[in-house]
């Protein structure tokens, strides 16, 4: 069974233009988590979507956004990019967030650099 | 507050020794929590979980513990090799959270 998959790998963009990652959560599951991660660092929590809703957000700017699409893929969407938005950006899935105890599981995650 | 935090940000261990790393969670309402390992360059990888029902949970060469009257989580790994050098980050979570709240990680260095 596949697991969690993003795309791209790694990508490479200048301050103020816009970037776009994707990811295709595991069979079965509904929910998909973006979480950025800087160099070295922990991972900060940024959305989360189920049934394709937006079901909670974290502390970022509204230039941070996605959507997820029918079949629970989603994109992250990053709009005016800053230098500091240079990071791993990881996606993880799991099945319907309601009941405490499902576990997520993580892509490899998408390398986004802002030169 | 809503972060996991850890006791030790670097820990180091002799290859064949055991390893335990500790972290503290600060939500009592938390009931289910999960270690993950994540190497150099990848994504965080998922090693054990345990419910708050439980205080010790154990698989393959690793054992989580759970101590809630002082909210402490602990992995440890038996027989420590080179290949568990990586970080590790404990998270948190509980039915009305709708998120998962991750510690700021501990990297494990193993010295052959």
């Known amino acids: 069974e596949a697991g969690v998959t993003q795309s791209p790998t790694h990508l490479i963009k200048t301050r103020g233009q816009q970037a776009t990652l994707r990811c295709s959560p595991i069979?079965?599951?509904?929910?998909v988590y973006w979480y950025q991660q800087a160099l070295g660092l922990g991972l900060q929590f940024l959305l989360w979507?189920?049934?394709?809703?937006?079901?909670n957000r974290g502390n970022f700017p509204p230039r941070f956004s996605g959507r997820q699409f029918p079949n629970y893929s989603s994109e992250l969407n990053v709009n005016a990019l800053e230098l500091e938005d240079s990071a791993l950006y990881l996606c993880?899935?799991?099945?319907?967030?309601?009941?405490?105890?499902?576990?997520?599981?993580f892509g490899e995650g998408s390398w986004l650099t802002v030169v | 507050g809503e972060s996991v935090g850890l006791h030790l940000p670097t820990l180091s261990v002799q290859e064949g020794d055991n390893s335990i790393i500790n972290c503290a969670y600060s939500?009592?309402?938390?009931?289910?929590f999960i270690w993950y390992k994540q190497e150099s360059g990848k994504g965080p990888q998922f090693i054990i979980d345990?419910?708050?029902?439980?205080d010790k949970r154990q698989g393959q060469r690793v054992t989580v513990l759970l101590n809630k009257t002082v909210k402490h989580l602990s992995l440890q790994i038996a027989a420590t090799q080179p290949g568990d050098s990586a970080v590790y980050f404990c998270?948190?979570?509980?039915?009305?959270?709708?998120?998962?709240?991750f510690g700021s990680g501990t990297k494990l260095n193993v010295k052959p």
């Open positions: 993880a899935s799991s099945l319907l967030f309601s009941s405490s105890g499902n576990t997520i599981y």
């Open positions: 979507y189920d049934e394709g809703e937006e079901r």
């Open positions: 069979s079965g599951h509904t929910s």
């Open positions: 939500n009592s309402a938390s009931d289910y």
């Open positions: 345990i419910r708050s029902n439980m």
């Open positions: 998270a948190e979570t509980a039915y009305n959270f709708n998120k998962f709240y």
